[in-house]
């Protein structure tokens, strides 16, 4: 049986590809003599692989960063070829073979996982030292390790731990793999995440990682002034209802109406990533006017206060997915304010 196309979702995610390609070029432009890369990792943040890479390829970023050999195949449907990076490295000598068949560049992050590429054949690598954050990455330490001169290090990397604070770790952290490039022959360095951009040149070697900064987010006051928003939620009304004084809303009660009131029961809830602390300050909008939430939210809905605002039911209310702002609001990290957005979402750019 074929089932006809599923009618348009009452739960939209706008992408502005523009403000993409803008923020891409920004970051270029930012990080000097370096060339910007970009981290698309866990689904492009959460926007959606096939809606950034388009931007960002036509943008002029050419070398992408993904943590999971699982995120290759939907990247190479767009690049076509090599300069896709794999950050968690080659656990397994399967890996190693899936980076070898399809072109992909493992990030080795430790002695075994050298000794797994060297053994399975070898060839063109990056290899990510541990400054300080102390995730992944070979201890500095181990940098004289004699299997370390078979490699053929493309990029030797290392990852900021508090690139978005004034910390004296960011210098500790830049001394220390500045000694590492010393001891490592490779062809490019690269150290700065988005945050890292804005510390300045010292930070910036050959090619930046941005990805938070790519998708609005802003990570370092500095950053503010050059990166645009690049998401917008639209939630449909899926019913209004007119309330008596006395009258509670949602789960739990949480929130009872003083006075007659009509309100809007949206379709957007927290398994779409609007988390139950959106409730406490978070408002949609219409046509230029505020519409509180009332209550709890719950899993598919959020109910909002929309009296004296010209609201019909089927009609789209909207959120702008403004990072640093969203941030405050709900009290989660912009990095998780994308990555958690769900699936139910019709993205459109
Ligand atoms: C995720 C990641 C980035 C991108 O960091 P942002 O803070 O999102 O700019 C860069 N490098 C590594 C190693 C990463 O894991």
Redesign the pocket.
Known sequence: MTLPDPPPATLRLRIDTDALAANWRALDRLSGTAEAGA?V?ADGYGLGIDHVMPALLSAGARQF?V?HWSEVPAVLRHTGGANIAV?HGVTTPQEANFARATGTIPVLNSLRQVQIWLETGGGGCHLMVDSGINRLGIAPGDLGAPELQRLEVETL?S?LASADETSAQNARQLQIFRHATTQVDARKLSLA???GIALGPDYHFDIT?????LYG?V?RSELASHIRDVVMIEAAVLQIRQLSAGDTVGYNATWRANKPMRVAVLSLGYADGFLRSWAEDGALQHDGQSLPILGRISMDMVIVDCEDIKLQEGDFCHLIYSLPQAAEIAKLSQ?ELLTLLGNRFDRVS
């Open positions: 981290a990792k960063f943590a950050l990397l990852h995440n988005s945050a990682r941005p990805g938070l900064a987010g990570p990095y």
